[in-house]
Nanobody, 119 residues
Framework: QVQLVESGGGLVQPGGSLRLSCAASGFTFSNYAMSWYRQAPGKERELVAR????????NYADSVKGRFTISRDNAKNTVYLQMNSLKPEDTAVYYC????????????WGQGTQVTVSS
């Protein structure tokens, strides 16, 4: 069965760093674009970062440009989000998403991992 399992969340002080991981199984990972979304209390879900199926191109929300980096390892079926210079406004549940590059009805989500940035 299809699974996306996020890990690496936790509590960190402002200015600190975390690396999130999303382990995929049950589908052909290299045929999917991968994204990280987040949702904070009282706010809408927002796209944080996206990476193409080959890893050749990325895009980011303006609020995280220069601080966050998305990457993928197709041999390990894993996508990562390196988060540096964290701010309290980065506090949210972070979700992993997979969308097939051609058949976009194939659209999968993980359960999420909590990131809290606080002193």
């Amino acid at each position: 069965q299809v699974q996306l399992v996020e890990s690496g969340g936790g509590l960190v002080q402002p200015g600190g760093s975390l690396r999130l991981s999303c382990a995929a199984s049950g589908f052909t990972f290299s045929n999917y674009a991968m994204s990280w979304y987040r949702q904070a209390p009282g706010k809408e879900r927002e796209l944080v970062a996206r990476i193409t199926s080959t890893g050749g191109s990325t895009n980011y929300a303006d609020s995280v440009k220069g601080r966050f980096t998305i990457s993928r390892d197709n041999a390990k079926n894993t996508v990562y989000l390196q988060m540096n210079s964290l701010k309290p406004e980065d506090t949210a549940v972070y979700y992993c998403n997979a969308v097939h590059v051609v058949f976009k009805v194939y659209d999968y989500w993980g359960q999420g991992t909590q990131v809290t940035v606080s002193s």
